[in-house]
């Protein structure tokens, strides 16, 4: 694999060039963080003067939508570069989007385990504790999930997978067709929900952002927190 710096450079100024061609406008800036079986791409500054003109019309699930749509036509494309510039084989691509901090982020995945000790979790933050709350936020949107792992990324960037997450009539909604109405119901609810759950008493520093997406096939559900560097206490 490449080394870090080549592939925070080359990937970021294929993912400006790629949205600016297909959305209009490009990012002010983009971050890379790659710890093997994942790969994240932030960025920041985005969105489109159309885009703009929609939020303030308060149109934002239009936005989101027609932003899925794109991203959707181009992940085959995205993810074929990502794995030209690593020289890794990556096999899935999530994204979502902050419309009032007019960020965004990737999460590409590959088909390896994550073994690496650089994703485990710091000894002095309560990994257990983590699970339990996240547990029971899925209990009060949705069901307890059958899996939970997370992986640390770097030292901002904590990355988690939930897995047999669906219910019923979720379900039935994904048979219909309504994937994409699903996601939108979905994530101001559980952000909601991450938001009054306490999850930054247990990571002992402020969460600046959320990210979240899913693979309805699969039934998983990826969470991509991005956080202050520094424990409270410390600034």
Same mark, same amino acid.
């Given at each position: 694999?490449?080394?870090?710096?080549?592939?925070?450079?080359?990937?970021?100024?294929?993912?400006?060039?790629?949205?600016?061609?297909?959305?209009?406008?490009?990012?002010?800036?983009?971050?890379?963080?790659?710890?093997?079986?994942?790969?994240?791409?932030?960025?920041?500054?985005?969105?489109?003067?159309?885009?703009?003109?929609?939020?303030?019309?308060? !149109?934002? @699930?239009?936005?989101?939508?027609?932003?899925?749509? $794109?991203? +959707?036509?181009?992940?085959?494309?995205?993810?074929? *570069? #990502?794995?030209?510039?690593?020289?890794?084989?990556?096999?899935?691509?999530?994204?979502?989007?902050?419309?009032?901090?007019?960020?965004?982020?990737?999460?590409?995945?590959?088909?390896?385990?994550?073994?690496?000790?650089?994703?485990?979790?710091?000894?002095?933050?309560?990994?257990?504790?983590?699970?339990?709350?996240?547990?029971?936020?899925?209990?009060?949107? !949705?069901? @307890?999930?059958?899996?939970?792992?997370?992986?640390? $990324?770097? +030292?901002?960037?904590?990355?988690?997978?939930?897995? *047999? #997450?669906?219910?019923?009539?979720?379900?039935?909604?994904?048979?219909?067709?309504?994937?994409?109405?699903?996601?939108?119901?979905?994530?101001?609810?559980?952000?909601?929900?991450?938001?009054?759950?306490?999850?930054?008493?247990?990571?002992?520093?402020?969460?600046?952002?959320?990210?979240?997406?899913?693979?309805?096939?699969?039934?998983?559900?990826?969470?991509?927190?991005?956080?202050?560097?520094?424990?409270?206490?410390?600034?």
């Amino acid at each position: 694999m490449p080394k870090e710096r080549t592939i925070q450079t080359e990937l970021g100024g294929y993912i400006s060039t790629v949205l600016r061609k297909h959305f209009g406008k490009g990012p002010t800036s983009v971050y890379v963080t790659v710890q093997r079986p994942y790969l994240a791409i932030h960025f920041r500054g985005f969105i489109s003067p159309i885009e703009k003109i929609l939020l303030k019309q308060n !149109e934002w @699930k239009r936005v989101l939508k027609t932003r899925d749509l $794109l991203v +959707n036509e181009l992940k085959p494309q995205i993810l074929a *570069e #990502i794995q030209k510039v690593t020289e890794l084989e990556f096999k899935e691509l999530y994204a979502d989007w902050n419309l009032p901090l007019e960020t965004g982020m990737f999460l590409a995945i590959s088909d390896e385990k994550p073994a690496s000790k650089n994703l485990e979790w710091p000894k002095d933050l309560n990994k257990k504790l983590f699970h339990q709350k996240i547990e029971q936020i899925n209990e009060t949107a !949705e069901k @307890k999930p059958g899996y939970i792992e997370s992986y640390w $990324l770097s +030292n901002r960037t904590l990355v988690m997978k939930r897995s *047999e #997450i669906l219910v019923g009539i979720e379900k039935a909604l994904i048979d219909e067709g309504y994937t994409e109405v699903l996601k939108l119901a979905k994530r101001p609810l559980e952000r909601s929900l991450l938001e009054q759950a306490g999850l930054e008493n247990v990571l002992r520093r402020d969460i600046i952002e959320t990210f979240m997406d899913w693979n309805f096939d699969q039934d998983v559900g990826f969470v991509l927190f991005l956080l202050e560097s520094e424990f409270r206490g410390q600034k």
